[in-house]
């Protein structure tokens, strides 16, 4: 039975027994998660003004990042033009979430409605759509490596927004390598902005290997401030000194395929003798 969560700002999100964690930060707030460390740092508002906005969720999870960012844009310009493309490997997590209570939210959930009605198949990959003039949504029902070695050149440069939101580095390393960013760079408009809650020197660091400049974002339900990166981004100077550091090392896939395991002791094995051979005046 999948457990329910009252998170801080009172909606609900579920908790992932796959995962061992909930699909939403509990401290912040599922919604106001959504529109803080995503919608208000890829300047949603701000870009509905332009009349359209191309958003990339990665993981989509219950749905409530691309809700929000329907909210977001649509409520700055009620006639922008919205196309949005994610992928979510377990379909009954979206069928659970139209169970719960979105609150004010509610009124979009026609567009989860809609696409759970709409299933064709591509490339052997099941996808639903919401084919709507004003609102565009494809959900690839696949894991997020495949879809992007299936599907990542059919959304070349497509990306005003990138959400990242798959669960955390340490559950779901797979998620957060150096070539999964690389090939989310490519998926990504010189000018798209992407924003993720993750703090880790470690993913800052690949997201600058990858070719986006990288800053830290917001402090929201925690200490630590979010990330937020793009290729028109310069990444600040302070995270440069710490991509020195062993502990900086990024995940690596190369194949796109290795298990998480193996590709979490790939980064521990490298941090090991990196901190072996270098000088002490470098490490602290």
């Not at 919205?82 to 567009?111: A, C, G, P």
């Not at 600058?208 to 929201?220: D, P, R, S, T």
């Not at 100077?237 to 900086?248: D, G, N, Q, T, V």
Request: charged share 30%.
């Amino acid at each position: 039975m999948i457990k329910e969560v009252r998170t801080e700002d009172g909606s609900l999100t579920l908790f992932s027994e796959r995962f061992r964690e909930p699909y939403h930060s509990v401290t912040a707030g599922a919604f106001t998660e959504a529109v803080e460390k995503f919608c208000k740092p890829c300047r949603i508002r701000e870009r509905a003004r332009t009349g359209k906005v191309n958003l990339l969720d990665v993981c989509f999870g219950l749905g409530y990042n691309t809700v929000a960012f329907i909210n977001e844009a649509l409520s700055e310009n009620p006639k922008a033009r919205l196309k949005i493309v994610s992928f979510e490997f377990d379909i009954s997590v979206i069928e659970k979430s139209l169970k719960l209570d979105w609150r004010e939210f509610n009124r979009w959930k026609w567009v989860l409605r809609e696409a759970l009605k709409n299933r064709r198949c591509e490339r052997n990959t099941l996808v639903l759509s919401t084919e709507d003039p004003q609102v565009q949504l494809k959900i690839y029902i696949t894991e997020g490596r495949e879809f992007l070695k299936k599907f990542s050149c059919r959304y070349e440069n497509f990306a005003d927004a990138v959400f990242h939101d798959p669960f955390s580095p340490k559950v779901n390393p797979e998620l957060w390598t150096y070539e999964f960013f690389k090939g989310t760079r490519g998926m990504t408009k010189e000018t798209g902005i992407l924003a993720t809650y993750s703090t880790s020197t470690a993913v800052r660091r690949a997201l600058h290997m990858a070719g986006f400049g990288v800053k830290e974002g917001v402090a929201l339900g925690r200490k630590s401030k979010s990330t937020v990166a793009s290729p028109s981004f310069k990444t600040e100077e302070k995270l440069l000194r710490k991509f020195k550091l062993p502990s900086s090392v990024p995940f690596r896939d190369p194949a796109l395929s290795d298990p998480p395991g193996l590709i979490s002791s790939r980064r521990e094995g490298c941090i090991n003798l990196l901190s072996r051979s270098l000088p002490l005046e470098v490490l602290y």
